[in-house]
């Protein structure tokens, strides 16, 4: 791995654990559980800038260490199925042709919350929180149209700066 793409990984671990504490910061007269999901930026930017493995590293890292320094353990659960299923989800979408950095980004909001909800359904012991997916469902179309909204500005100013 050459030093570029190493830094990059540490500035954008860094940003994506920054992002995820500024969204704690900022109260949203939202539904319970949706959130902007802020530090997605920084993990679709290095999906589509550094790779797979480069932002497979810096979800988990910033999943991990957002947990310990603001979380709490039982947020890491949640935490971690939603940025887990996300990333797969992103990575595979990734692959077609036919998905803009949008629809990559919806499909990563969506699987996000579906992940989220399952943890909660182990964790409560009860299928209620699927109550919940229509509008989770919606939201994370929201969020995500927005998140590949503001990472397609981000990629065209990182590929410009690294050339």
Request: charged share 10%; hydrophobic share 55%.
């Amino acid at each position: 791995m050459d030093t570029k793409k190493i830094a990059y990984g540490g500035i954008f671990a860094a940003l994506a654990i920054l992002m995820g504490y500024v969204e704690a910061m900022i109260p949203l007269p939202l539904p319970t559980g949706v959130k902007l999901g802020l530090s997605n930026v920084v993990v679709l930017l290095a999906l589509y800038v550094l790779g797979k493995k480069e932002a497979f590293g810096i979800s988990l890292l910033r999943v991990f260490l957002s947990a310990l320094l603001f979380k709490g353990f039982l947020s890491f659960w949640y935490s971690c199925a939603g940025a887990l299923l996300s990333f797969f989800v992103m990575a595979a979408a990734q692959k077609s042709r036919h998905l803009s950095i949008y629809g990559v980004s919806m499909l990563g909001g969506m699987a996000h919350n579906i992940g989220q909800m399952c943890v909660a359904a182990l964790l409560l012991g009860r299928s209620v929180v699927f109550f919940l997916a229509p509008i989770l469902m919606v939201c994370g179309l929201a969020t995500g149209f927005g998140i590949g909204l503001v990472s397609q500005y981000c990629i065209a100013y990182v590929k410009n700066r690294r050339s």
